[in-house]
């Protein structure tokens, strides 16, 4: 499985940006995908999941609310809006497929990570 996030850049305070995690392969549709951040210093942490069938998602509490996980896996893709931005959401945000835990060492594959800037 290959992974190509992209959609970062500069997004205001209270403004939006979509992520998008491009997946090739066979498998990339039995699995579940994942998105998780790393600021500048900081671990990789947990973002959101979504199963294989979309119909299991989870959330770090932090965005939940503001961010929603979703996918299409007629074309292969996973998808992250980001609504109501803000600072502390500033990382490089990266996607990976594997069990759909928290633990990123549960995870084979990911994408190169898109950066994120959250600025007015």
């Known amino acids: 499985v290959q992974l190509q996030a992209f959609g970062g850049g500069l997004g205001q305070p209270g403004g939006s940006l979509r992520l998008s995690c491009a997946g090739s392969?066979?498998?990339?549709?039995?699995?579940?995908t994942s998105w998780f951040r790393q600021a500048p210093g900081k671990e990789r942490t947990f973002v959101a999941a979504i199963s294989w069938s979309g119909k299991m998602i989870y959330y770090t509490d932090s965005v939940k609310g503001r961010f929603t996980i979703s996918r299409d896996n007629a074309n292969n893709m996973v998808y992250l809006r980001m609504n109501n931005l803000k600072p502390e959401d500033t990382a490089g945000y990266y996607c990976?497929?594997?069990?759909?835990?928290?633990?990123?060492?549960?995870?084979?594959?990911w994408g190169q990570g898109t950066l994120v800037t959250v600025s007015s």
């Open positions: 392969g066979d498998t990339f549709s039995a699995y579940s």
């Open positions: 990976a497929v594997g069990t759909g835990s928290t633990r990123t060492a549960e995870y084979d594959y």
